[in-house]
């Protein structure tokens, strides 16, 4: 049951103080210094993927800069070797579609064979 009656409350003492632990400015410095420490590692590795990327990105730009000069070069000086073989093998084909079209000089097949005097 509750008792009736009036409760004092007590005012809060104005003169109370937070005492900090002696430690405390240490342990800040020390969380400091651990932030740091953690702040240049990050700056670090934005450093090194930043680097890995522009090298990266770099070297395929030239790489398809060089195949493609390279490849230009090679059919420029190659364009002759090709044209002669070009134009050897349609020689080749242009040959032999004459001598397919010329009638045989052997007999055929179903020809008797030849007679000897």
Not at 7 to 27: C, F, G, M, S, Y
Not at 32 to 48: G, N, P, V, W
């Amino acid at each position: 049951m509750r008792s009736k009656g009036t409760r004092t409350i007590k005012p809060v003492d104005e003169d109370h103080q937070i005492h900090d632990h002696p430690a405390r400015a240490n342990l800040e410095a020390l969380m400091d210094q651990k932030l740091f420490h953690q702040r240049i590692k990050s700056e670090r590795a934005s450093a090194y993927w930043f680097a890995a990327s522009l090298w990266g990105v770099t070297g395929l730009i030239l790489g398809a800069f060089l195949g493609v000069y390279i490849t230009l070069a090679v059919q420029q000086g190659s364009a002759d070797v090709w044209r002669d073989n070009f134009i050897a093998g349609a020689a080749a084909d242009a040959a032999q579609d004459s001598v397919n079209r010329r009638p045989s000089l052997l007999p055929g097949p179903d020809a008797p064979p030849p007679q000897n005097p």
